[in-house]
């Protein structure tokens, strides 16, 4: 157990909803990165919070933002879904200056 | 498109044998590291290699990098059915931050 927890564990939204995910992070952790994990593949990074504020993006599309609140939980919101963001978004959260990254157990969203 | 490649995407071996994987990446790295994923859950941090290291032991894992060659390899001793998952090796984006870029993983089956 990593102290990072995500809910929901599992979701299902049709095509064109939105959709948004949680995270907490570990206690004393100022930093969450989000992953999307397709089936089968290795996880592709999104973005990252640091102290309420992006602080880095993947290539991946405006309709993927994020949130990081004051006690650096982090929100993952998801408009206009497609069928291609079926996956396993994952949450990690480290300290800024650590590289070593605490993920959570995943929310899985299946979108039809 | 992923910085690091895992090889190979399958291995299958008996319990008790050592398990050997392998990861290469492109870019300049500051640091590497290796992580599993059992049945699509949550990644968990097995082992942190820097850039100006060559070898690191953690209990039965032994990791290698080679800068020179852009390449990791991860060795499981004495393997488990309990070790049965999936690989992962992750390499920071960029030298501000920590943000992991995963290969494609091996899946990693022990046969009691």
């Known amino acids: 157990e990593t102290g990072v927890t995500q809910s929901p564990t599992h979701l299902i939204k049709t095509r064109g909803q939105q959709v948004t995910l949680r995270c907490s992070s570990q206690?004393?952790?100022?930093?969450v990165s989000w992953y999307q994990q397709a089936l089968g593949q290795g996880p592709q990074f999104i973005f990252q919070?640091?102290?309420?504020?992006?602080?880095g993006r993947g290539n991946f599309p405006p309709r993927f933002s994020g949130l990081q609140f004051p006690n650096y939980s982090s929100e993952l919101n998801v408009n206009a879904l497609e069928l291609d963001d079926s996956a396993l978004y994952l949450c990690?959260?480290?300290?800024?200056?650590?590289?070593?990254?605490?993920f959570g157990p995943g929310t899985r969203l299946t979108v039809l | 498109s992923q910085q690091g490649e895992e090889d190979p995407q399958a291995l299958s071996i008996q319990e008790g044998e050592n398990a050997t994987m392998n990861c290469s990446y492109k870019t300049s790295i500051n640091n590497l590291q290796w992580y599993r994923q059992n049945s699509g859950r949550g990644l968990v941090h097995l082992i942190l290699i820097r850039s100006n290291e060559r070898e690191k032991h953690s209990g039965r894992l032994r990791v290698t990098l080679d800068t020179s060659k852009k390449s990791s390899s991860l060795l499981i001793t004495a393997s488990r059915a309990a070790d049965t998952a999936s690989y992962f090796c992750?390499?920071?984006?960029?030298?501000?931050?920590?943000?992991?870029?995963f290969g494609g993983g091996t899946r990693l089956m022990v046969k009691p």
């Open positions: 990690a959260s480290s300290l800024a200056v650590s590289n070593e990254q605490f």
């Open positions: 992750a390499t920071d984006v960029n030298n501000a931050g920590n943000m992991l870029t």
């Open positions: 919070y640091y102290r309420e504020e992006e602080n």
């Open positions: 206690s004393g952790h100022n930093t």
